[in-house]
């Protein structure tokens, strides 16, 4: 059973980087042709998609988003993560992690979520 | 860039039919998928490729697509059902979700 598990600073400063790290288990984050999502929540509002990486290392982000959004993975600590730059009170979100997959590229397996919050 | 358009809510009898709707332009030519959202709960698949359903999920959910509106149905709906539903599709390499339609079974 394959578990997403994201981990961060749950408070980050105006202006600065948001960084979190989505822990895969249950399978190998190199294998198969999966992609790997962050996803965002701002309390009370939906889902927003911020971006992808394939296994091959390609990445896909959020055209509202792209001047500030990374994402990287790290395949010897089946990890990917995120670093979204310059943020602000609007960036203030739950982020998922996700697995994408198939024709659809649905997201089959989340993460519980993680807060985070951009205080000024 | 592209949107996807949702009622923000749609109320449903117990063991009555729910329909929830997303609308995009040429969404049909599109896959849609379908997430179910508990309060403080992270997004459930309840369906996918636009009509097939993950292990685990009940019959009574189903989905078809085709123009630019796809639909989700609850036949028989049940109290547990109640929740925030997404749609999702892809427009090129770009994830994109409905606003949401919160699910209240009266």
């Known amino acids: 059973q394959v578990q997403l598990q994201e981990s961060g600073p749950g408070l980050v400063k105006a202006s600065q980087t948001l960084s979190l790290t989505c822990t895969v288990s249950g399978g190998s984050i190199s294998s198969g042709s999966y992609y790997w999502n962050w996803i965002r929540q701002p309390a009370g509002k939906g889902l927003e998609w911020v971006g992808r990486?394939?296994?091959?290392?390609?990445?896909n982000y959020n055209p509202s988003l792209k001047s500030r959004v990374t994402i990287s993975v790290d395949t010897s600590k089946n990890q990917f993560s995120l670093n979204l730059s310059s943020v602000t009170a609007a960036d203030t979100a739950v982020y998922y992690c996700?697995?994408?997959?198939?024709?659809?590229?649905?997201?089959?397996?989340w993460g519980q979520g993680t807060l985070v919050t951009v205080s000024s | 860039s592209y949107e996807l358009t949702q009622p923000p809510s749609v109320s449903v009898s117990p063991g009555q039919t729910a329909s929830i709707t997303c609308s995009g332009d040429?969404?049909?030519?599109?896959?849609a998928s379908w997430y179910q959202q508990k309060p403080g709960q992270s997004p459930v698949l309840v369906l996918y490729e636009d009509t097939k359903r993950p292990s685990g999920i009940p019959e009574r959910f189903s989905g078809s697509n085709s123009g630019s509106t796809a639909t989700l149905t609850i036949s028989g709906t049940q109290a547990v059902d109640e929740a925030d539903y997404y749609c999702?599709?892809?427009?090129?390499?770009?994830?994109?979700f409905g606003g949401g339609t919160k699910l209240t079974v009266l």
């Open positions: 996700a697995r994408g997959v198939g024709a659809a590229r649905h997201f089959d397996y």
């Open positions: 999702q599709a892809w427009d090129s390499s770009t994830g994109v």
């Open positions: 040429k969404l049909g030519d599109k896959y």
């Open positions: 990486i394939y296994t091959s290392g390609s990445t």
